[in-house]
């Protein structure tokens, strides 16, 4: 079992930046795979990035163009969102998931075991 808590959401002018946090409790976490994903209104949940064990990204280049970064630290069970530049359009619902054991995708949001329950950011213009 892994229970996985968002933090750092909130309300942001366009152009400005959010650091987003999640913590993960229970299972051996230095041993997983993170993903970032978010779902707008209306929108099926998508993938912008995921950073492995030892720290190799993927990012959806489309979605993420360079303005957003994954890290993570093991030693303190967490994982980062740094997402600069925000546009009206990055307003969503964003979550963290975990893959227990590394498949080899980050991309495929079936192949994550457990989600966090989200937190909102809202761009304004």
């Known amino acids: 079992q892994v229970h996985l808590a968002e933090s750092g959401g909130g309300l942001v002018q366009a152009g400005g930046s959010l650091r987003l946090s999640c913590a993960a409790s229970?299972?051996?976490?230095?041993?997983?795979?993170m993903g970032w994903f978010r779902q707008g209104p209306g929108k099926e949940r998508e993938f912008l990035g995921g950073?492995?064990?030892?720290?190799?990204?993927?990012y959806d280049a489309d979605f993420v163009k360079g303005r957003f970064t994954i890290s993570r630290d093991n030693a303190k069970n967490l994982v980062f969102l740094q997402m600069n530049s925000l546009k009206p359009e990055d307003t969503a619902v964003y979550y963290c998931a975990v893959q227990l054991l590394y498949n080899g995708n980050l991309r495929n949001k079936r192949a994550y075991d457990y989600w966090g329950q989200g937190t909102q950011v809202t761009v304004s213009s």
């Open positions: 229970g299972r051996t976490f230095s041993l997983s795979a």
């Open positions: 950073i492995t064990w030892s720290g190799d990204t993927d």
